[in-house]
């Protein structure tokens, strides 16, 4: 498949010192990182990743699971890995980002300069769920108790009938993940949460020290679970200082 269908680059920069390749929340899309394209500087090559069900991949099917999901995305993501590179997920997509640095690596490719992981529980806490069984109606309630880029949506039917087939399946792959990560990883790895978020506790997201052979650290910001939309500007800068030479 080529990058251009699962990869899109707002403002391309082919030549940049770094790669970084963002994951979005169950059900999410590119949107949710695109203002980052005005807050990172030149150096920075930002890859946003549109998973199957949303935007243009509305018909384009999903993987049976989370592997599958990741083995899709490390095929595609590949021939990019020819500098360095970085990984930011949030929510489910944390542990696609961990899952996929994991499958990079073992695939023999440059290792990630640096994993983030927002807003999610390590694995050893995954709690695993029923979300996706839920009917349209309760799914709705759930996604409004969250917030995020798709609450919005909801209240239009004709969006609503767009937006919840992504969401049903991504819950499906993410509820039904086996989280037993097969190795560690090389390279530091960065936890982030809002200090508001009900869906985990410190404890759990400081949990991914265990999954690093490098340096560990956590940043909490003010907010729920979509924390870093309230505040993409202090979120980027903690990407900066973990992985740029120059500021």
Wanted: proline content about 9%; some cysteine; hydrophobic content about 45%.
């Amino acid at each position: 498949m080529p990058a251009q269908h699962w990869l899109r680059r707002p403002r391309p920069r082919p030549d940049a010192e770094l790669r970084l390749l963002c994951l979005p929340h169950a059900g999410g899309s590119p949107g949710l990182f695109r203002s980052w394209s005005s807050l990172l500087p030149a150096q920075v090559d930002l890859l946003l990743a549109c998973p199957p069900g949303r935007e243009d991949r509305l018909d384009d099917p999903e993987p049976a699971d989370l592997a599958g999901l990741v083995g899709e995305l490390a095929g595609v993501l590949a021939p990019l890995l020819d500098r360095p590179w970085a990984v930011f997920g949030h929510s489910m997509g944390a542990a696609v980002a961990h899952e996929l640095a994991l499958e990079v690596v073992r695939q023999g490719h440059r290792a990630p300069v640096h994993l983030f992981v927002s807003a999610r529980e390590a694995p050893q806490h995954h709690r695993g769920g029923a979300v996706h069984r839920l009917d349209d109606d309760a799914l709705c309630a759930e996604l409004l108790r969250l917030g995020g880029s798709n609450a919005a949506a909801l209240a239009i039917p004709e969006l609503r009938e767009l937006v919840l087939p992504a969401v049903r399946a991504d819950y499906r792959l993410i509820e039904n993940y086996p989280a037993t990560p097969s190795g560690l990883l090389p390279c530091p790895v960065t936890a982030l949460i809002g200090r508001e978020d009900g869906e985990l506790t410190e404890r759990e997201a400081a949990g991914w020290a265990r999954w690093t052979r490098a340096e560990f650290d956590l940043e909490a910001f003010p907010g729920g679970h979509f924390y870093l939309t309230e505040q993409p500007e202090r979120v980027v800068a903690v990407i900066r200082r973990r992985c740029l030479t120059r500021h």
